[in-house]
C-alpha cells in the first residue's frame, strides 16, 4: 500500500502582507484598527501558559477622497513563561491574522489565492500532463466563417491553417481566413504553453506566413513604386513598415517618456506614485503586443489593476467622464519638448551690464 503525499501548507508571513501595503497603497495612504478583542480561553500547558484570542481588524484605504473600507476577524495563540507574555502573543497573533484576512480582499498578492482550493487563479509550473482542452480538437474555419475540417493534432491544424492562407486569391480573402481562425490559433497557444512547451515558433510561423502571402498578392507596381521594382530596398537598410502599402501598425516605444507619465500624478484620483498604462483599445490588438508608449497614462496602482480587470476597458473611461487618448495625447507633446534640445545661444551667459 502507497504512502498518502502529506498536503503542501500555504501560509503568507504578517510583515509581507504589512509590505506589500506599503509599496503598494503608500505609507499615509491606509490604515488599521483593532476593533475589539477578546480572550476565549487560557490555561496551563507544559509548564507555560496558553492563551487563544479573537480579534476583529478594520483597513482604511485612501484613494484621493474615495475611501475603500474592509474588516477581518483573526485567531491567534500564545505561549510564555508568566501571563503576561503569553497574553501578548495571543493577542498580536489574533490582529495580525485579522490584519491578513481583511487585506485578502484586495487579491492576491494578499494571500486570497490561499483561499482558492482549486488554485485556478495562481501562477503553477508547468503541467506535463495535456488535459482534455489540449487535445483539441482544433476546427478550421473558411474566410467566410464556415467550418471546413476538424484536426485532433495541433501540427495538423497549423499546417491546414498555413495551406488556407497561401491559397487565398485576394488579400481580403487572406485576412478574412486569418480573423475566422485567430481565436484557435490563441487557444492552440494557451494549451501548448499548459503542456510547457514552447509557442513562439507556432505564433511567430504563423504570423511570418500571413506576412508572406500577404506581400505575394500584392501588384509588383504597387509594391515597389515601379513596374521594374527599381526602388527595392537594398539589403541591410531597415524600411518602416508603417508607409508599405500593407502596412503594419507603428508601435512607438520610449522609456523616457513611459518614466515621464509614471511621475504624473493618477489621472483618478490624483495619487503618487503611478503606473503607466497603455490605452488597450488606441491601436488594433497584436499578439504579444503592447500599444504604442505614446498611448499611455499615468494611473495609482489601485485604478491600474482595476483598469486590468474589467473587459471593456472603453467603456471604463467612459464611466469616469474621461478620454485617455486626450491626455496621453497631452503628455507624449510634452515629454517630447522636454527631449528636444535646447536653441543655440540659449544656453550661453548673458552678458553682465554695468549699471
Not at 467550418?147 to 485532433?152: E, G, K, L, V
Not at 514552447?198 to 513596374?227: F, I, M, N, R, S
Not at 505614446?294 to 480587470?309: D, S, Y
Request: glycine letters at 8%; aromatic letters at 6%.
Amino acid at each position: 500500500m502507497s504512502r498518502r503525499a502529506a498536503p503542501m501548507a500555504a501560509y503568507v508571513e504578517g510583515w509581507h502582507v504589512l509590505d506589500e501595503a506599503n509599496r503598494i497603497f503608500g505609507f499615509d495612504a491606509w490604515d488599521r484598527r483593532t476593533l475589539s478583542t477578546r480572550c476565549i480561553w487560557t490555561r496551563m500547558r507544559e509548564k507555560q501558559y496558553a492563551t487563544a484570542y479573537t480579534a476583529r481588524v478594520r483597513i482604511r484605504v485612501r484613494a484621493g477622497d474615495v475611501i475603500i473600507v474592509r474588516e477581518g476577524s483573526g485567531t491567534g495563540e500564545g505561549r510564555g513563561g508568566t501571563p503576561g507574555e503569553a497574553h501578548e502573543i495571543g493577542l498580536r497573533s489574533a490582529e495580525t491574522d485579522a490584519t491578513k484576512r481583511a487585506l485578502a480582499t484586495f487579491g492576491n498578492r494578499f494571500g486570497l489565492a490561499l483561499y482558492d482550493r482549486e488554485q485556478a487563479g495562481v501562477r503553477h509550473k508547468p503541467d506535463k500532463t495535456p488535459d482534455a482542452a489540449a487535445m483539441g480538437p482544433w476546427v478550421l474555419h473558411g474566410d467566410n466563417g464556415k467550418q471546413r475540417a476538424t484536426y485532433d493534432k495541433p501540427e495538423d491544424f497549423v499546417e491546414a491553417l498555413r495551406r488556407t492562407m497561401s491559397r487565398a486569391p485576394d488579400i481580403e480573402r487572406l485576412f478574412a481566413a486569418w480573423e475566422q481562425n485567430l481565436a484557435t490559433v490563441r487557444s492552440l497557444n494557451r494549451s501548448l504553453k499548459q503542456q510547457g512547451q514552447d509557442t513562439c515558433d507556432v505564433a511567430q510561423g504563423l504570423v511570418g506566413h500571413l506576412k508572406a502571402c500577404a506581400v505575394a498578392l500584392v501588384p509588383e507596381k504597387e509594391a515597389t513604386g515601379e513596374p521594374n521594382g527599381r526602388d527595392v530596398p537594398e539589403p541591410g537598410v531597415k524600411v518602416d513598415k508603417s508607409t508599405l502599402a500593407i502596412a503594419e501598425v507603428k508601435r512607438v516605444r520610449s522609456k523616457e517618456h513611459l518614466k515621464y507619465v509614471a511621475r504624473q500624478p493618477c489621472v483618478i484620483c490624483g495619487r503618487q506614485p503611478s503606473h503607466a498604462h497603455h490605452v488597450r483599445f488606441a491601436q488594433p490588438r497584436g499578439v504579444g503586443l503592447k500599444v504604442s508608449d505614446e498611448f499611455t497614462v499615468p494611473l495609482c496602482a489601485i485604478h491600474h489593476q482595476e483598469n486590468h480587470t474589467v473587459g471593456n476597458e472603453r467603456q471604463w473611461w467612459q464611466d469616469r467622464k474621461l478620454d485617455p487618448l486626450m491626455v496621453a495625447s497631452k503628455l507624449w507633446e510634452e515629454s517630447r519638448q522636454l527631449e528636444q534640445p535646447p536653441e543655440a545661444g540659449n544656453d550661453l551667459p548673458r552678458k553682465q551690464g554695468s549699471g
